[in-house]
């Protein structure tokens, strides 16, 4: 059974007091056979003097001008000599069996281009919150009717398939840009998943997710359904399906200005959500709606 030398890449900005936590989880990998990639997207605090303290040899820093995380992405995956890529966010964990997992897949499915381990969700005291266990028979469809179910953490692409494979570096769909490239491969390509789970999303208060301009978060989402409509590798496979994209983009819109306090626009994408997809009303998302904009009466 081959070795695979991964390159481990994690994009950063102002995560100082976060990163050593992430990239210690990587250090402590029971599987050695890798680098560790730190793309500085221009960060102001001491981010640099934070990861040059960690004396590993396999720790490279680069700085650049800040351009979003998908450009950071992109950044590191050229700069990397790993047969497979694989991102980890810089405020997240990985489990010391998160490289030995990928290496066993990668040998025991040896045409494989691109796979998405399994994930949970925990709290900055290591409370878990949600484990992201549920299998899926059909990612294209998955991706189409739930959203965007997988995170960059996880997933692994082999490097030219990655290189073929870039995220779109529009500022304007940052903490989109994944799904995009998810939805982009999936129309073109299989996607394959080991049902282990390898790693945390750490939930903090500081988390981009949780802070939410409400104007930022309507253009990013609705760039990124011009995108989806507009890119040709996607848009003849996911026509078909357009209003259940639509109905899916603007619940995660309505969501999170809901639980961000923004009752009444809220509740306009609520309604556009409904209009295209009658059905969502069955869906956990919409109760999750009704429930904080109900919450936020008593606020």
């Not at 848009?235 to 603007?250: E, G, Q, R, V």
Request: hydrophobic content about 40%.
């Amino acid at each position: 059974m081959p070795d695979i030398f991964f390159s481990i890449i994690i994009p950063t900005y102002n995560r100082a007091s976060f990163i050593v936590k992430t990239i210690q989880s990587i250090i402590n990998q029971t599987y050695s056979n890798f680098e560790i990639i730190v793309v500085d997207d221009g960060s102001t605090d001491n981010t640099e003097e934070v990861v040059k303290s960690i004396k590993d040899e396999r720790i490279k820093y680069y700085k650049k001008e800040n351009a979003e995380r998908g450009a950071a992405r992109n950044f590191g995956t050229k700069k990397a000599k790993g047969d497979f890529i694989t991102f980890v966010d810089s405020d997240d964990i990985v489990y010391n069996n998160y490289l030995e997992q990928a290496n066993m897949f990668i040998n025991n499915n040896l045409n494989a281009k691109i796979f998405h381990q399994l994930f949970e969700i925990k709290d900055v005291e290591g409370n878990l919150l949600q484990r992201n266990i549920s299998i899926k028979k059909n990612i294209f469809k998955s991706l189409v009717f739930e959203g965007n179910f997988m995170a960059c953490q996880g997933m692994f692409l082999e490097k030219n398939f990655a290189l073929e494979y870039s995220f779109i570096e529009d500022r304007d769909i940052a903490a989109s840009e994944d799904y995009e490239l998810w939805l982009r491969i999936a129309c073109n390509y299989e996607i394959l998943i080991n049902p282990v789970v390898t790693s945390a999303l750490i939930e903090h208060s500081n988390r981009s997710v949780q802070n939410i301009n409400p104007n930022k978060l309507i253009k990013r989402k609705l760039k990124m359904l011009e995108i989806l409509f507009t890119n040709s590798r996607i848009k003849n496979h996911i026509l078909p399906y357009k209003k259940n994209i639509l109905s899916n983009t603007y619940s995660y819109i309505s969501l999170h200005l809901a639980m961000a306090n923004y009752k009444k626009e809220s509740i306009i994408y609520l309604i556009k959500s409904i209009t295209n997809s009658p059905s969502f009303i069955f869906k956990k998302r919409f109760f999750a709606i009704v429930k904080h904009n109900i919450l936020s009466l008593f606020r």
